[in-house]
């Protein structure tokens, strides 16, 4: 089992950034491909980045790449996603997954409860 708190959404201006923390405990967090998703209103949940636990190979959706940089810390058990560039489409819930080495939502067994990320035009 492993549980997932994430960290640092907030409101921000168009063109802005924030730094989005997932603090994984638990079963041993290193064993797991890690991911973001996110979910705006009326819309399905869709993937923003994960990064593989052995090699740390990093892979983004289209949306964001060249914006989005995600990063882990074994040591202290957390992942990031930086944002930067941010646009109103970008808002929506953030939500940090492990478990899976798809880019699939449903294949993630596990999933923090979500933060909150709004981009103001």
């Known amino acids: 089992q492993v549980q997932l708190v994430e960290s640092g959404g907030g409101l921000v201006q168009a063109g802005g950034s924030l730094r989005l923390s997932c603090a994984a405990s638990?079963?041993?967090?290193?064993?797991?491909?890690m991911g973001w998703f996110r979910q705006a209103p009326g819309k399905e949940r869709e993937f923003v980045a994960a990064?593989?636990?052995?090699?740390?190979?990093?892979y983004y959706a289209d949306s964001v790449k060249g914006r989005a940089t995600i990063s882990r810390d074994n040591a202290k058990n957390t992942v990031y996603l930086q944002m930067r560039s941010l646009k109103p489409e970008d808002t929506a819930i953030y939500y940090c997954?492990?478990?899976?080495?798809?880019?699939?939502?449903?294949?993630?067994?596990?999933w923090g409860q979500g933060t909150q990320v709004t981009v103001s035009s």
């Open positions: 997954a492990a478990g899976s080495d798809s880019i699939v939502a449903k294949t993630y067994p596990y």
């Open positions: 638990g079963r041993t967090f290193t064993a797991y491909t």
């Open positions: 990064i593989t636990w052995r090699s740390g190979t990093t």
